[in-house]
DNA sequence: TATACACGAAAGTCAGGGAAAGTCAATACC
DNA sequence: GGTATTGACTTTCCCTGACTTTCGTGTATA
């Protein structure tokens, strides 16, 4: 079995342990006990549990550090997820509008977070990156922030 | 529990139940009783209750010596305007963390707001342009999000 | 009486070390 | 060719101890 597996297959049991699904690890002491590098623990957080896989990872260095595995449930947000899976690389500003809207009208969002994620993308706030980038980033952003809402 | 978080957890408290929003400690006296170095008091005053994170420390050497922790309370609007105007051109990840923070402990904004920002924000989210460009980019998206919620 | 000075009792500063997590490039294994 | 794995290096955070500065007070002296 594969180190990545076995790694996987801890958090996985600690997150089912959790009532809050919420799994506490310290990244050293896990290497230390499934026998592996460090780094190795960041690899598969990286891989495979990912915002889009449905987790949230939230950590902090230094003594007494720790990492922090959120499983988010999936209910009604499942329809977040299918509308960040819709958007692809690249997002226009015209179809930002409307995906938004979208969302708003559909009561997945509120009018504060629309407002707020509107101005996250807006042509003003990028200004500051050239415009061939400015697709790629819209996209980029505007599904980070859809996920967080999960 | 780490020490820093005892002493942070101890002036919140004293702050709590201070009708002015101000605790008043003794260095030495308060360093005795969670045991620990005073400096270690200094420590955490500067790193979590500083002016950016809305607190105004003053204090007095010599016998009778006291330092005073003050929470100041701002309106809402300003509070987000005297935010936004500290944020410069460019802002590093770091700072940033701190800012959204601040927001959130100072109760300017909730958390899935402030999760949505830092998602916003976020590495992952502007791996899709360069390097250079992202703390203009990072500064200019969260200052557009603030004014939003004004 | 008034001034100066000494002394002790606080808080402040800073360099340094240790503990943890993060990053990344190179390599090994399907 | 893509996925795993490692190790070296970096960054962040925590904590301490030695030393410095500031303040109040008591005391000696002109």
Redesign the pocket.
Known sequence: ???????TQEILRLLNNSEMNIAE???????NTI??????????????FTPEHGYI???????????RIKRVVLSQSSALMHIVNSIGETIDPMTTRIVIENCLESGLVDGKTARLMAAAVSGNAMQSVPVEFRDYLRASVLKHMLLSLI
């Open positions: 079995m594969r180190m990545s597996d076995l790694i690890i310290q990244r050293n002491e896990l290497a026998g592996c590098a460090p780094s190795q623990i960041n690899y598969v957080l990286s891989s495979r990872i939230e950590s902090r260095r230094g003594g007494g550090g720790y990492i």
